[in-house]
């Protein structure tokens, strides 16, 4: 279905287009087209964006913690994840993550969407590196014949935060698709022309 306006003046011709393909289109923020989202945006909100949002939130406030106790410890081996902070930062964008997708059900903006697209695809790839790193640490651990108990008690910390940035990794690339989905259609498109 394709539409065309045209309007005229004296000094200029303003002209807007509208071509969709059985989706709503939004314009300036108004919804045209009578039905409340378009079925993509309808996919994104099946997705449950806000519980999934709440347990990345928790999931970086358990990773800081674990971190906390993961650099207190003394070490006999190569301490990776103390001395990347990873264990802190990475916390800080699983958190950032959450918020935004928490919000993006919430608000059903498209900057919003974006926001919460482009911080899952950063917590994807951050918590990819923390996979490697934690494997890298492990083997190191491991290779090193742990003995004493402190080194077992690294040993099961950074297994538990494996534990949970394995979840975080699977849930960021899950919501990074659904919303570029929803953020990136192009099915729908709005143009407006002024001519002089």
Request: with cysteine; hydrophobic share 50%; charged share 10%.
């Amino acid at each position: 279905m394709a539409t065309s306006e045209a309007f005229s003046t004296d000094k200029a011709k303003f002209v807007r287009l509208k071509v969709t393909q059985e989706n709503v289109i939004f314009i300036d923020g108004q919804e045209a087209g009578g039905k409340k989202h378009n079925t993509v945006l309808t996919g994104f909100l099946k997705l449950q964006p806000k519980a999934l949002g709440t347990f990345q939130v928790m999931n970086g406030v358990m990773i800081f913690f674990l971190g906390i106790l993961l650099t207190i410890h003394n070490y006999n081996y190569p301490a990776i994840l103390a001395h990347s902070g990873i264990t802190y930062w990475g916390s800080l964008i699983y958190i950032s993550a959450g918020s935004l997708s928490f919000a993006a059900q919430n608000k059903l903006h498209p900057y919003v969407m974006k926001a919460s697209f482009g911080m899952n695809v950063f917590s994807a790839i951050t918590a990819g590196i923390t996979i490697v790193l934690m494997s890298v640490q492990l083997g190191l651990i491991m290779m090193m014949d742990p003995s004493l108990y402190d080194e077992y008690l690294i040993l099961r910390i950074v297994g538990i935060m494996l534990v949970f940035t394995i979840p975080q990794f699977i849930i960021s690339i899950y919501i990074s698709a659904f919303a570029c989905k929803a953020t990136c259609n192009r099915d729908s498109t709005v143009v407006n022309v002024l001519l002089n």
